[in-house]
């Protein structure tokens, strides 16, 4: 069964850091693109960050970019977003997914697997 389980989040103060982990299982995900995107209330799901199989390609969403920085580890079949200096603007259910093609990688339908999500949320 192919799962993806994220965690790390929690409520925080304007300014503050969080670190999101997501734990791929049931396949290798090392040939994937695996990607970050949040949704906040009321509002459509939207792509933070993306990056390719081999970790040498990184894509970011402009209003998180400078700010937030996307990892991962193959061999643990583990991904990573690290949030700082994060804004009460960045307050939503963050998922992680993967998609087996290279493209269209901030395109919410194209990616295959998807996690249940982790709430992130920021104060002022």
């Known amino acids: 069964q192919v799962q993806l389980v994220e965690s790390g989040g929690g409520s925080v103060q304007a300014g503050d850091s969080l670190r999101l982990s997501c734990a791929a299982s049931g396949r290798t995900f090392s040939n994937d693109v695996m990607g970050w995107f949040r949704q906040a209330p009321g509002k459509e799901r939207e792509f933070v960050a993306a990056?390719?199989?081999?970790?040498?390609?990184?894509y970011y969403a402009d209003s998180v970019k400078g700010r937030f920085t996307i990892s991962r580890d193959n061999a643990k079949n583990m991904v990573y977003l690290q949030m700082n200096s994060l804004k009460p603007e960045d307050t939503a259910v963050y998922y992680c997914a993967a998609k087996h093609t290279y493209a269209a990688v901030r395109i919410a339908n194209e990616y295959n697997y998807w996690g249940q999500g982790t709430q992130v949320t920021v104060s002022s």
């Open positions: 990056k390719s199989p081999g970790g040498t390609v990184t």
